[in-house]
């Protein structure tokens, strides 16, 4: 099992917000970063260092982070929004890096 | 344009071995620390070892620890994963990534990937 937990699903309705989760102590400490993957494609970056957008990102995705908690949230989710979403920051010893299991983001 | 091609990947038996191949472009390959992720097949991403441009940092998973290598060829922009000891838990497709910012140090930012080399353990 991961040393970060995500919810394995969320749904958003159209248009609507949507904050997906990123438990772990490791975040504490250590900044997450979060990724976007879409069925039979290579997964991209949209969130790093907690909250900051690499150019080309929409600015609907923005990231926060409270206590153990890291958040990625969408304000206006968009069909083109559905797809995997994966947090990795450090293991709780800060000794490797790791990813969450995966939250699979269903736009309604 | 930034790009990463990897290669080697295929069907093997278990406890053989597989090196897999990253060609990078598009950057200046010896500016970064460079990752491989892999994912099995219907199954999250795992990071499976990083590398700091110089080798000065070399990191594994522990998943692998013990059994894969890292390996990098600046003059020839190449990044290598030699695989020994191959277990049918490691049949994932193989993702070469490059780290953001990380040059001296390996970061959890991975800003480009490759499409993916497929590996295969299974007699």
């Known amino acids: 099992s991961s040393e970060l937990t995500q919810d394995p699903a969320v749904s958003v309705a159209l248009g609507q917000t949507v904050s997906i989760t990123c438990q772990g102590d490791?975040?504490?400490?250590?900044?997450a970063s979060w990724y976007q993957q879409k069925p039979g494609q290579a997964p991209v970056l949209v969130i790093y260092?907690?909250?900051y957008r690499p150019s080309g990102i929409p600015d609907r995705f923005s990231g926060s982070s409270s206590g153990n908690t890291a958040s990625l949230t969408i304000t206006g989710a968009q069909a083109e929004d559905e797809a995997d979403y994966y947090c990795n920051s450090r293991d709780s010893n800060g000794d490797h890096l790791v990813f969450g299991g995966g939250t699979k983001l269903t736009v309604l | 344009e930034v790009q990463l091609v990897e290669s080697g990947g295929g069907l093997v038996q278990p406890g053989r071995s597989l090196r897999l191949s990253c060609t990078a472009s598009?950057?200046?390959?010896?500016?970064?620390?460079m990752h491989w992720v892999r994912q099995a097949p219907g199954k999250g991403l795992e990071w499976v070892s990083g590398i700091t441009w110089n080798s000065g940092i070399i990191d594994f998973a522990d998943s692998v620890k013990g059994r894969f290598t890292i390996s990098r060829d600046n003059a020839k922009n190449s990044l290598f994963l030699q695989m020994n000891s191959l277990r049918p838990e490691d049949t994932a497709l193989y993702y070469c990534?490059?780290?953001?910012?990380?040059?001296?140090?390996?970061?959890?930012?991975?800003?480009?990937w490759g499409q993916g080399t497929l590996v295969t353990v299974s007699s």
């Open positions: 490791s975040l504490r400490t250590y900044y």
């Open positions: 990534t490059k780290d953001f910012t990380g040059k001296w140090e390996l970061t959890n930012v991975f800003d480009y």
């Open positions: 598009g950057f200046t390959f010896d500016d970064y620390a």
């Open positions: 260092n907690k909250k």
